[in-house]
């Protein structure tokens, strides 16, 4: 109990500092068993290679830290107005163009960011590629040459400074894909992000935004976890995104949330795996990537990310991230 303390503490301390100070980690679950076949459902899933994906979803405090690094002015857009002024947006910009600031809302520091597009999870990507700090935003990974325009991918799979969005492949192996040799389904691929193919329980939530009643199949999905009701229209006065990892249900490879919580980008671009305001249906491996495209540049209230690496060279020192700080904290 005191070791879960601790880690509490350090937690909220280091998501202060990180908002501030435009340095962060991130937690990593290695996905395996390279050159998988496909799901034969789908057709989706095969990856040839080993690689990281975000164990968690980027918060709102990691998402700041990144806004002041560098968006101090903002051309990009890569802060929106509505992350304010919207009940399930988390950060708040202070200060004018030029020396704009930005600070996360009580309680929704380990919250998932949304309001961002694919070009804001991408610039993000290559800012972490960069080095975080002053990096740049405009090349790494993807080749900016516009606002919203590219001119190229270039991935590095042997250099695991390289960040990026995950493929719909690399996405969709992490969340459904276990081998049947390893305790998985007949076909190797589950229905639900949750090593499951019953359908998950809704989740509900505490007055602070942590799932109140976590267990192996448990999702935010559906509008049931309301923690700060603010009456009305759920979409818009009253929070439903709820604490990375507090629903304690995992992936095969340990990636939380990869249902439910917010609906994630892949680098197609697509969404994929569904959000807290979304049916069953759009949790389900069977579901038609196609009915999930949007406009990469779209932005709403139950729309994030989560980012993908490669894997280190063997010796290299993996940082414990502020998802597993906190994950560790609601845990407890």
Request: proline residues 5%.
């Amino acid at each position: 109990m005191k070791t879960s303390i601790a880690i509490g503490a350090l937690a909220f301390a280091a998501c202060a500092a990180s908002a501030s100070a435009g340095v962060i980690t991130m937690d990593w679950s290695t996905v395996g068993n390279a050159g998988n076949a496909a799901d034969p459902l789908t057709g989706f899933g095969s990856v040839s290679y080993e690689y990281r994906i975000g164990t968690y979803e980027v918060t709102n405090a990691q998402y700041a830290a990144f806004l002041n690094a560098v968006a101090a002015i903002d051309p990009n857009g890569l802060y929106s107005t509505h992350m304010s002024s919207n009940a399930n947006g988390g950060i708040i910009r202070s200060g004018s163009n030029g020396s704009f600031t930005y600070s996360v809302k009580p309680n929704m520091g380990d919250k998932p960011v949304n309001y961002v597009s694919w070009y804001n999870a991408a610039r993000m990507a290559n800012w972490m590629t960069n080095g975080q700090g002053s990096g740049g935003t405009e090349s790494g990974v993807y080749t900016f040459t516009g606002p919203t325009t590219i001119s190229g991918i270039t991935r590095d799979l042997s250099n695991p400074n390289q960040v990026f969005i995950p493929t719909e492949d690399e996405w969709y192996k992490a969340a459904y894909h276990q081998p049947f040799a390893q305790g998985g389904p007949a076909g190797n691929y589950w229905l639900y992000a949750t090593q499951s193919n019953s359908v998950p329980t809704n989740a509900t939530a505490t007055a602070i935004g942590d799932i109140a009643n976590p267990g192996p199949n448990v999702v935010n999905y559906g509008g049931t976890a309301v923690w700060n009701d603010g009456g009305g229209n759920s979409w818009t006065n009253n929070v439903l995104v709820t604490t990375v990892g507090s629903a304690g249900s995992t992936s095969f490879y340990g990636a939380f949330d990869m249902n439910g919580n917010v609906t994630e980008w892949a680098e197609t671009p697509g969404l994929r795996g569904g959000s807290w305001s979304n049916g069953l249906n759009l949790l389900q491996s069977t579901t038609p990537a196609q009915g999930q495209i949007h406009s990469p540049g779209n932005k709403n209230n139950n729309i994030g990310f989560r980012l993908a690496s490669p894997v280190p060279t063997p010796g290299s020192v993996a940082l414990l991230g502020l998802g597993g700080l906190l994950a560790a904290r609601r845990r407890r």
